[in-house]
């Protein structure tokens, strides 16, 4: 599904990923995790195609990312911030994007379950961040794509809309769909994810189960194995 050889990636002198590797084969939900600059959403974008490696080589779905961009049709994104036009109206958006990826939706199940029906005549910039936020989920679930990419999907979210969320990734897991997620929100990874994918200084520290992860750490809480796992690296 997804393959990444000797990824190197610079911004300036900033060395932001480094010699990475990582194969993560079809179906699951694996959570993208590591403190703030270890690379994260460098290696989302690469995955993307919306940011040019300098050394290595990335395959999505069998297909290499530097030659064939077709591959990106079978993924849906959510990015941590999306900004879109401000004077366009949701109702316009979802259907510019379903005019723009030319695949069957099911947007209409997904505005109801997220409750932005009453907002389909408003401007987007006129709604809350939460509403923007469920406006972006709906644009990312309302494809049937064999890869799912969610930086963030939790920022703003109210609790209805969260337990929503979590039943949309729980239903596209069981269809064979392969998640990346990242988030800060430890409980909500450790409630959804199957694997932990654990960067730290551009490189791969930890892949691997919840429970593993423990062990390694000699943990028996999620949140401070993370800790843990961090400070394993700095006595390494």
């Not at 690469?46 to 300098?54: A, K, N, Q, T």
């Not at 005019?99 to 109801?112: C, G, V, Y």
């Not at 469920?134 to 644009?139: D, P, Q, W």
């Amino acid at each position: 599904m997804i393959k990444v050889v000797d990824l190197h990636k610079k911004f300036g002198k900033n060395q932001v990923l480094n010699n990475l590797n990582l194969i993560i084969e079809g179906g699951g939900i694996f959570a993208v995790l590591g403190p703030n600059g270890s690379g994260k959403t460098t290696l989302i974008k690469s995955i993307l195609g919306m940011v040019r490696m300098d050394k290595g080589k990335i395959e999505v779905l069998d297909q290499a990312v530097k030659t064939n961009w077709k591959y990106r049709k079978e993924i849906n994104y959510l990015p941590q911030i999306a900004n879109f036009p401000g004077n366009l109206r949701v109702g316009e958006l979802i259907r510019m994007i379903v005019d723009l990826r030319q695949k069957p939706d099911n947007s209409e199940e997904l505005i109801d379950a997220f409750q932005i029906r009453p907002f389909l005549d408003k401007k987007l910039a006129t709604l809350s961040g939460g509403t923007k936020q469920k406006v972006n989920i709906v644009l990312a679930f309302m494809f049937d794509s064999p890869l799912l990419i969610l930086d963030e999907p939790t920022t703003g979210l109210d609790p209805a809309a969260l337990i929503q969320l979590k039943k949309c990734i729980q239903t596209e897991k069981e269809k064979g769909k392969t998640i990346l997620v990242t988030s800060h929100i430890l409980q909500f990874v450790e409630e959804v994810a199957e694997g932990i994918i654990y960067l730290l200084e551009g490189k791969i520290y930890f892949k691997g189960s919840i429970e593993e992860l423990k062990k390694q750490t000699g943990q028996t809480n999620f949140e401070h194995a993370i800790v843990a796992i961090a400070t394993q690296k700095d006595h390494a």
